[in-house]
């Protein structure tokens, strides 16, 4: 019997079942179980976020979405665990549409949030983003990677 049929075959799937039983019940027990440390639920609007900040200025986490753009899940001072929190959108470019929001950093000091961003399937655009944390006005977009591939600075209002 070759590998090809022994891939196709009844007996290997019955396998790929038995062995992968064990992480999935894992997972469900997981998903399932009360945590002992304080847990903060929220809906999300999407499937993927890479990465989650606590913006403590603001009492909120921020995210950054696989799809692109940033969200926010704003935390009440009320509030009471159990309560499910809600993520809203608050940066959505559309010229940096199909790119992914990544790796994501609150810099309190200059209050903005700095996002890198890239092109995760096709691999031809890398940059740095900032987002002003009050207005969400984009501060700067320098380009990393990709077209030209020169560090290409769109506006600059970088205080040092
Ligand atoms: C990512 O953004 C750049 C800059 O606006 C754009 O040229 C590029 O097409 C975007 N990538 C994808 C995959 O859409």
Known sequence: ?????????????????????????????????????????????GWLRESGKWDDANRRFLVSNLEGGIGQIPV??????GTVLQEQTVVRDADLAGNAS?????????????VAISDLIGNRYTALAAYDLTSWNRLFLTQLSGKGQSVDL??????S
């Open 154 to 159: 769109v506006s600059s209002s970088v205080r």
């Open 102 to 114: 990544l790796g994501i950093v609150v810099d309190p000091p200059r209050n903005r949030l700095l």
């Open 1 to 45: 019997m070759g590998t090809a049929s022994f891939v196709c075959s009844t007996k290997f799937l019955l396998l790929a079942l038995v062995v992968s039983a064990v992480p999935v019940a894992f997972i469900i027990s997981l998903e399932r179980s009360k945590s002992s440390t304080h847990v903060y639920e929220y809906h999300g609007l």
């Open 76 to 81: 009440p001072e009320d509030h009471a665990s």
